[in-house]
């Protein structure tokens, strides 16, 4: 398993990020513990819950089957939601509009060419007039 990114929370137990594929599992495990419509939210955060809690390096339960045996209703929809929160503070996603994926693109770049401002450089020139630009 490789290392991913982890969020500490009391008691010693971590949230860490799913890949792609973890998720879908997740779901597809889901579906199978789900018999009514109405037990899909709950099998489906019970599912999640068991792939990004870790107590250290282990999981924290085996499967969403052990979740739903051992956690109430309102644990594994906050367990869910915060680790869903926690998530998508991560990744930018253009859902939250142009505005907010342009902040957080901002916010994470860097300017290569703000260290040449104002600077006099033979080989920067030739770069400029390579590209049609006038100095």
């Known amino acids: 398993m490789k290392r991913r ?3 500490k929370l009391n008691g010693g137990k971590n949230l860490r990020l799913l890949s792609a594929m ?3 599992e997740a779901r597809r495990e ?3 513990l789900t018999q009514d419509g ?5 099998c489906a955060n019970a599912c999640l819950v068991a792939r990004v809690l870790y107590r ?3 999981p924290a339960y085996k499967n969403g089957m052990e979740v739903l045996r051992h956690l109430n209703a309102e644990q594994i929809s906050a367990l ?11 990744r930018a996603s253009a859902r939250e509009g142009e505005k907010a994926v342009q ?3 901002k916010a994470l770049s860097t300017r290569r060419m703000s260290a040449f401002t ?3 450089c033979e080989r920067f020139r030739r770069c400029l007039l390579n590209r049609g630009q006038e100095r």
């Open 5 to 7: 990114e982890q969020k």
């Open 22 to 24: 973890e998720i879908l």
């Open 30 to 32: 889901a579906e199978g």
């Open 38 to 42: 109405r037990e899909r939210a709950l």
């Open 56 to 58: 250290g390096r282990r």
């Open 80 to 90: 869910a939601g915060m680790w869903w929160e926690w998530s998508r503070s991560l």
């Open 103 to 105: 902040a957080r693109k």
């Open 118 to 120: 104002g600077a006099c």
